[in-house]
């Protein structure tokens, strides 16, 4: 054998590129976790549906906000127009 591999219970491995042929594994191990205990489950199915809606609310009120700072920010800029236009109509 040469440096780079070592023969582990039948398995050649070889360390240098971490390989390890699929003779002797198992392709379709029997399931060792309980699906129960990592599920979330309908709790967390409906914190997720509660954050989401959430999330959806707060987004329609930051639009609603920005609108409003909009609108008046094109308020203020037509009554500084008028108040230009105004006093140099006054000066002439």
Known sequence: MTASSQ??????????IGYKPLGGTVLFAKET???????????????????AGLTLLLLLDMVRRMRKVNMRADIQA?????????????EK
């Not at 023969?7 to 240098?16: D, H, M, Q, R, V």
């Not at 037509?78 to 006054?90: N, Q, W, Y």
């Open 78 to 90: 037509k009554l500084d127009a008028e108040e230009a236009a105004e006093g140099s109509a006054s």
């Open 7 to 16: 023969l582990f219970g039948g398995t050649l491995y070889i360390k240098a």
């Open 33 to 51: 976790i309980d699906p129960q205990l990592v599920s979330p489950g309908p709790v967390g199915f409906f914190a997720t549906i509660l954050v």
